[in-house]
């Protein structure tokens, strides 16, 4: 009853440190703290509160700068951390994914260990879940939303043509597609439009976000607008031709991706059979399947058959993996 007791609390500790690193801000508390600061702004002594807040905000600012180095000395490589956590469009720190990592490979580890897994195995076990599960997690967040930018960017060149034919200036048509474009798209023009009125040039703020972003499509983008800037031209005849040239490229990609599903669902279930019957076996007579978390000899081939399905995973994935 007390081990079911700790797992249950193991659990939801789990689900709580990971909804809350990858849940983003609370929209109501945000609003809420907004019509507070403009209700003590305009009440008396308004100045007095507002500069208590500021010191206040700079503190907590502080230390979380603070609690950010502290994670940066132990995650390799904390740049390009940073960087993959900003591609997810979510507020996730370095603290924030190193805590849900400790949490779930001590939960993994100390699962296997009641379950009588030796030590050294429950601790290499919930050291590689607690590093792989949140790396793959951060990698579908950046591929969902770098999926929903590449479908909505054609569109937003679209709009922006409309509104040179128009007669509207670049700059302008930027911050159109902010206003009406949702979804990443709107935000990542949004952060180009306030680079730029805070006095960054177009060229580096487009770049900027390139850079963050890795898109093709978006690339595409910036050097269009250089060597239109460059070398003259129509622009909205050039950004219609690059739109209608995305349109045909995220088409390729979809037949491609029909043409290579049976390989990719071939690959899925050979990967995936193996776990599956052990752990359906393990089910029905959990003795008969113990020995792999005992028996030194079979940990051994345990683990050699695991590198081998790894590396015939992989082989499979490149194989139905095709760059456009």
């Known amino acids: 009853m007390l081990y079911i007791i700790i797992i249950a609390v193991g659990v939801l500790g789990v689900l709580l440190m990971g909804g809350k690193a990858l849940g983003g801000p609370n929209p109501a508390k945000s609003a809420k703290r907004r019509m507070e600061l403009v209700k003590e702004r305009h009440a008396e002594g308004g100045v007095l509160a507002a500069n208590a807040q500021a010191q206040i905000r700079k503190l907590m600012a502080a230390r979380a700068s603070r609690m950010d180095s502290w994670a940066s000395t132990l995650i390799p490589r904390p740049a390009l951390m940073r960087k993959r956590l900003e591609q997810t469009g979510k507020s996730i720190s370095l603290v924030k994914y190193l805590t849900s990592s400790?949490?779930?490979?001590?939960?993994?580890?100390?699962?296997?260990?009641?379950k009588g897994a030796p030590f050294l195995l429950a601790f290499f076990a919930g050291l590689f879940?607690?590093?792989a599960v949140p790396h793959f997690v951060i990698g579908f967040l950046i591929k969902r939303r770098i999926a929903k930018f590449t479908a909505n960017f054609p569109d937003a060149i679209e709009l922006m043509v409309r509104g040179l034919r128009?007669?509207?200036?670049?700059?302008?048509?930027?911050?159109?597609?902010?206003?009406e474009i949702a979804g990443p798209v709107g935000l990542e023009f949004?952060?180009?439009?306030?680079?730029?009125?805070?006095?960054r040039t177009m060229e580096?703020?487009?770049q900027e976000t390139s850079d963050r972003?890795?898109?093709?499509?978006?690339?595409?983008?910036?050097?269009?607008?250089?060597?239109q800037r460059e070398t003259g031209g129509n622009l909205a005849e050039t950004l219609s031709n690059l739109a209608d040239v995305l349109r045909k490229r995220s088409q390729m990609k979809l037949k491609i991706k029909a043409m290579s599903s049976e390989s990719k669902a071939s690959a899925y279930i050979v990967g995936s059979l193996p776990f599956v019957v052990f752990s359906l076996v393990w089910m029905v007579?959990?003795?008969?399947?113990?020995g792999f978390f005992v028996d030194e000899r079979l940990i051994i081939a345990g683990l050699g058959g695991l590198c081998w399905m790894g590396i015939g995973v992989f082989i499979m994935a490149k194989m139905v993996n095709f760059e456009i």
Do not use: C, H, W
């Not at 898109?215 to 595409?220: D, K, N, R, S, V």
């Not at 007579?285 to 113990?290: C, K, Q, V, W």
């Open 102 to 114: 400790l949490g779930l490979a001590a939960f993994v580890a100390a699962l296997l260990m009641i």
């Open 129 to 131: 879940i607690g590093t």
């Open 166 to 179: 128009s007669g509207l200036p670049i700059t302008e048509t930027l911050g159109i597609v902010a206003s």
């Open 190 to 199: 949004r952060a180009v439009s306030d680079r730029m009125k805070i006095g």
């Open 204 to 206: 580096a703020a487009l």
């Open 213 to 227: 972003l890795g898109t093709p499509e978006f690339q595409f983008f910036v050097i269009t607008l250089a060597i």
């Open 285 to 290: 007579n959990p003795a008969y399947m113990s």
